[in-house]
Antibody, heavy 119, light 108 residues
């Protein structure tokens, strides 16, 4: 089970941290990703973190502004969002990121948390 | 960066077959995964590795992938299949996960 919390209304230029609380599987054994969806736009992968937190990567649209991290003892995934812009307004999902044979995909998703960036 | 193209919408009558396409450069050399998203709900993986159905997904759902096009096929469409469908691949050059723009399936 994945539960995103922390979505809010934030002013442009502001910061926000959203959290994904994980239960039901061994969190420390799996890579995780953040994915967002905006009204009228499709799904956009935002960021990935390896199971031990040693490796991260980001979409170009958020690189340098967003930071993904995890607490394997607390079974939590985080997304720190800084320098927020109006086009960051979206529903943010966390998802279990499965490493397969020459691929990655998402086999479990949370319900999402809404982030609105507006003055 | 790698780009996936999907039609914005498809319509199908109940009981018929829906085909949702996902185009990309040499997509046949990649593994394609498909997700279903209904309003207010979490996305659900319906097909992985081009044509594998996760546990709990009806046999009516299948997929194919060759050349420059992957296709999600939904047979004997039901009203409950009405949703947005997204294809997704992994771009090994950037280590980025890439989604198609999504197709809204309407059941007439």
């Amino acid at each position: 089970h994945l539960l995103e919390v922390g979505g809010a209304l934030v002013k442009p230029g502001g910061s926000l941290r959203v959290t994904c609380e994980v239960s039901g599987f061994s969190f420390k054994d799996y890579d995780m990703s953040w994915i967002r969806q905006t009204p009228g736009r499709g799904l956009e992968w935002v960021s990935h973190i390896s199971n031990k937190g040693e490796s991260t990567n980001y979409a170009e649209s958020v690189k340098g502004r967003f930071t993904v991290s995890r607490d394997n003892r607390g079974n939590s995934l985080y997304l720190q969002m800084d320098s927020l812009r109006s086009d960051d307004t979206a529903t943010y999902f966390c998802a279990r990121d499965r490493r397969g044979s020459g691929t990655h995909f998402f086999d479990h998703w949370g319900q999402g948390t809404v982030v609105t960036v507006s003055s | 960066s790698y780009v996936l193209s999907q039609p914005l919408s498809e319509s199908v009558a109940p009981g018929k077959t829906a085909r949702i396409t996902c185009g990309g450069d040499d997509i046949g050399s990649k593994s394609v995964h498909w997700y279903q998203r209904k309003p207010g709900q979490a996305p659900v993986l319906v097909i992985s590795y081009d044509n594998d159905r996760p546990s709990g997904i009806p046999e009516r759902f299948s997929g194919s992938n060759s050349g420059s096009m992957a296709t999600l096929v939904i047979r004997r469409v039901e009203a409950g299949d009405e949703a947005d469908y997204f294809c997704q691949v992994w771009d090994r050059n950037t280590d980025h996960r890439v989604f198609g723009g999504g197709t809204k399936l309407t059941v007439l």
